[in-house]
């Protein structure tokens, strides 16, 4: 059973940080990119950041020199640190798993991040 835990969503004031984390299990880590998403209020859903096994990362423009994304595939767990926070970033957060070698596709539940004074 496949499964995408995260955590580490909140409050925070603007010009604060969070790290979000997402613990994978069910899966063969190494066989999947690993993605950070976000759902703003009233917005479709949009790719924030994404890294391969190897490490090579991708980045939504609003977001680059703020959040950095990364792995460790020796505990199967994906991160997102998030700093110098906007009231724009405020969203809930997906950890999403997609397979180039075999065939799966799956996303976590979900964390909220609440950027305000």
């Known amino acids: 059973q496949v499964q995408l835990a995260e955590s580490g969503g909140g409050l925070v004031q603007p010009g604060g940080s969070l790290r979000l984390s997402c613990a994978a299990s069910?899966?063969?880590?190494?066989?999947?990119?690993m993605g950070w998403y976000r759902q703003r209020p009233g917005k479709q859903r949009e790719l924030v950041a994404s890294?391969?096994?190897?490490?090579?990362?991708n980045y939504l423009g609003s977001v680059k020199g703020r959040f950095t994304i990364s792995r460790d595939n020796g505990k199967n767990t994906a991160y997102l640190q998030m700093n110098s926070l906007e009231p724009d970033d405020t969203a809930v957060y997906y950890c999403n798993a997609e397979s180039t070698v075999v065939d799966g596709n799956y996303w976590g539940q979900g964390t909220q991040v609440t950027v305000s004074s």
């Open positions: 069910g899966i063969i880590f190494n066989f999947y990119i």
């Open positions: 890294i391969t096994s190897g490490g090579s990362t």
